[in-house]
């Protein structure tokens, strides 16, 4: 029962470098996200996917790039990492009204830009 | 565009207490609402929900009506115990397959 699977769960980095966040999710769902979650300022959408081979930005897009590889997979890229983006990234799936109304989230991923 | 206004945390109560947390929204059209819940170093967890006008969604003991008239979405719970110490997060979500937009978060502390 995976869900939404997130990929690395904690990541260091130097600043300048760049990472690829993974995201598979296995409940057929047409709608993908990812968030980022700082202290006291809840979720932000950095981007988001209505359906494969779609793509629109969130509210803070910069810094951040995303491919929906097929249905199942939505990664987020970091280019160039900066002291700005350590945060805790979420991905998420959901379907299209009705009972796939609900988004589901992954567990997290914890980064570090140092 | 669309907004959520959770009311100011962080929340200390004693258990057995009675819950309310806040929840105000705007909003175009008939979103969908929601509470999650996130508990010390783990992910979102959707708690309950409701799809349209006074819809009630339970769980857990956890409460939650949806009003259009006032635009709100309280969560209540009638006895909190310690192991609902978490994060609360309200949220909506536009109709169809629209982004889900999060309230800031309160932060829930129940004492023993």
């Known amino acids: 029962n995976a869900g939404v699977t997130q990929t690395p769960k904690f990541q260091v980095l130097k600043t300048g470098q760049s990472m690829t966040l993974q995201c598979a999710q296995d409940m057929n769902h047409n709608s993908m996200y990812w968030y980022r979650q700082d202290p006291g300022m809840g979720l932000r959408l950095i981007y988001y996917?209505?359906?494969?081979?779609?793509?629109d930005k969130g509210e803070v897009p910069n810094g951040y790039n995303v491919s929906r590889l097929n249905k199942r997979e939505f990664s987020l890229r970091l280019e160039s990492a900066a002291p700005s983006q350590t945060s805790v990234y979420f991905c998420?799936?959901?379907?299209?009204?009705?009972?796939?109304?609900?988004?589901?989230f992954g567990e997290g991923s914890w980064l570090t830009v140092v | 565009g669309n907004s959520v206004t959770q009311m100011e945390g962080p929340v200390t109560l004693s258990e057995e207490a009675f819950l309310t947390i806040n929840c105000t929204y705007t909003?175009?059209?008939?979103?969908?609402l929601f509470w999650y819940v996130q508990y010390p170093g783990e992910g979102l967890q959707l708690l309950l929900k409701?799809?349209?006008?006074?819809d009630k969604g339970s769980n857990k003991g956890f409460e939650a009506t949806y009003r259009k008239e006032t635009t709100s979405f309280h969560l209540e719970k009638g006895s909190v115990q310690v192991s609902d110490s978490a994060v609360y997060f309200c949220a909506l979500r536009e109709a169809s397959y629209g982004k889900l937009t999060f309230g800031q978060g309160t932060i829930l502390t129940v004492h023993p």
């Open positions: 996917s209505a359906s494969e081979g779609t793509t």
């Open positions: 909003a175009t059209g008939y979103p969908s």
């Open positions: 998420a799936a959901a379907g299209w009204g009705g009972t796939g109304n609900t988004i589901y």
């Open positions: 409701a799809t349209k006008a006074d």
